[in-house]
């Protein structure tokens, strides 16, 4: 759909920051709206600028609160299509309830089929997003999904901060393919973690497949939340010989005591970006330089202009 409105961005409650950077990198400002409450909890939303015909663009990643998150995403998508904006892009950076992709057990829902549903009912035309945790959840969308990858950025920065005999580590099976990637990119060894989870963020680390000795290991994942995985990978590095171990995710969700885990581990440092804003512990790890975030806020305004300008996004691959 050819749009001929302006770029209109606006932000929840969720990641305000990250907002106002992307305009930064857009040269717009941030659109007027107020994200009040009322006394009893309810999300109380109002677009403060005229949206007609515009091209609008609504940041808001799903992280915790998620469910309160969600919600408002839902309910300023609402506001937006009423407001006639000629188009409306859901810009959901973390993507909440993703690992909830597949009923693999009995009785059990598929969350992330829901959230998608739920999200297209209330008027979403495109969604916009980072490092789905698993990349079929695009097919849950009855409506374009263009799914970014922070790659660029994070390979970036090891390019410029190389580390010399280095190893690419993916934590599982399920992320080898992501860390195959890195590692080529990189251009360094792979090895690879056997786990197996027991139930619900648990999870046991049983053995390293490759040679880690004397090498500086680079933990690859999407993700960390309550950093019981990374940390045992660690551990599991160390007891292999690994010099010096480093970890890296997208998505910082550091739930629970994950940033107690994380102090407490043979971790050197860890490198996040900021899909989701670092809690107030997990700044602290950042101000003693344990924690660095990347900031995905260009890329972000790069796949934004490509949607209105209805031009390709896959030069943002890598």
């Known amino acids: 759909m050819s749009v001929t409105g302006n770029i209109k961005i606006f932000s929840g409650n969720a990641h305000p920051k990250l907002a106002e950077e992307i305009c930064h990198h857009l040269s717009c400002d941030l659109g007027k709206s107020s994200n009040g409450r009322f006394s009893d909890g309810e999300f109380n939303f109002k677009i403060e600028e005229n949206a007609r015909g515009a ?17 408002e995403l839902l309910i300023m998508l609402d506001a937006f299509g009423r407001a006639s904006a000629e188009r409306v892009t859901a810009v959901v950076p973390y993507f909440g309830y993703a690992r909830s992709d597949k009923k693999d057990r009995p009785r059990v829902p598929i969350a992330a089929k829901l959230t998608a549903n739920l999200i297209t009912t209330a008027g979403a035309e495109r969604v916009l997003t ?40 993916a934590p599982d099976t399920g992320g080898a393919e992501r860390a195959r990637a890195y590692a080529k990119r990189l251009n360094t060894g792979l090895a ?9 963020n648990v ?12 090498k500086n290991c680079l933990i690859i ?8 995985t990374i940390c045992k990978v660690a551990d599991a590095l160390h007891k292999s010989g690994a010099a010096s171990i480093y970890a890296c995710f997208t ?32 700044q602290s790890l950042e101000a003693d330089g344990r924690i660095e975030v990347l900031s995905v806020a260009k890329l972000l305004a790069s796949g934004i202009k490509s949607i209105h300008d209805e031009t390709s996004v896959s030069s943002l691959f890598i």
């Open 55 to 71: 091209d609008v663009f609504i940041i808001q990643p799903t992280c915790p609160p998620t469910d309160q998150n969600l919600m």
């Open 130 to 169: 980072i490092d789905l945790h698993a990349s079929q959840i695009q097919g849950f969308f009855d409506i374009p999904v263009d799914h970014l990858y922070a790659a660029p950025v994070i390979v970036n920065y090891f390019q410029e901060n190389p580390i010399e005999n280095m190893i690419v580590v």
């Open 192 to 200: 690879l973690c056997d786990k197996r989870r027991e139930r619900a």
């Open 203 to 214: 999870a046991e680390v049983m053995n390293i497949v490759g040679d880690v000795r004397d």
């Open 221 to 228: 994942d999407d993700m960390c939340d309550t950093g019981g």
């Open 251 to 282: 998505h910082a969700v550091l739930s629970g005591r994950a940033v107690e885990n994380l102090s407490g581990s043979h971790l050197k440092k860890v490198i996040v970006t900021n899909t989701i804003p670092l809690c107030e512990k997990g």
